[in-house]
């Protein structure tokens, strides 16, 4: 088991109601088991709105590339600060921060 | 570089590039404004965001590659968070050169990338709704 946190900012955060939260992740789980998994499990209530936010949809199923991965819409997702894919494994202390595109200035 | 609710006074801000080096000999300056209309809609508001840490140092990166691209001398990003009202500042970028020429183009040049770069988030609060407003 690791224990991992995952920061919210914007839309995103508006739609979860919460900015940080912690997820005890089995060993192993991935990027994409987070987003497809432990988050709408545990916003159960909103987790079409968060599917249909970051993933890419058409006529409501979810776009794969050749891994079978998920592609995400205009969204960063850092691992401690660094750009990471959908297949990279979390360890225990990780800190996940969802971005969606800018809008300042 | 600044990301806080509050922006530094401009005059300060320019006088401080000056003091940077006697060969300073031209600073521009952009000032994003909060507009008061969104297509036909009256803007009540703007909310910002940011991830603070992380936008500190892309603002940085910024202003170095600035400075390599177009041999100024220095540049300032100022940027509000929280709640602006219409007609409130929300950014200043500042460019301090040896001349006018590459002061304007540095200047754009970092404006467009600060738009499109820096984690900062705007809901745009009309008199209709509100709105997540995305630069891409």
Redesign the interface.
Known sequence: MARIRV?Y???I??LLGVKIEEYDIEEGATLADLLLHYVPHRHKDKSEAWKEMIFRRVKGEMLVDRDEMPILK?Y?I?ID?KSSDLKQKLKDGDEI?I??????? | MKISHNLDDIETLIEELKRLADEVGAITIFIGVVRGKRNDEKVLRLEYEAYEELASKVAEKIIEDAKTKYGIIDACIQHRIGTVKVGGDVMYVLVASKHRAEAFQALSEIVERIKQELPIWKKEVTEKGAYWVENI
């Open positions: 920061k900012f914007g839309k955060r508006e205009n960063l850092l600060g921060a971005l969606p595109p800018p809008g300042g200035g």
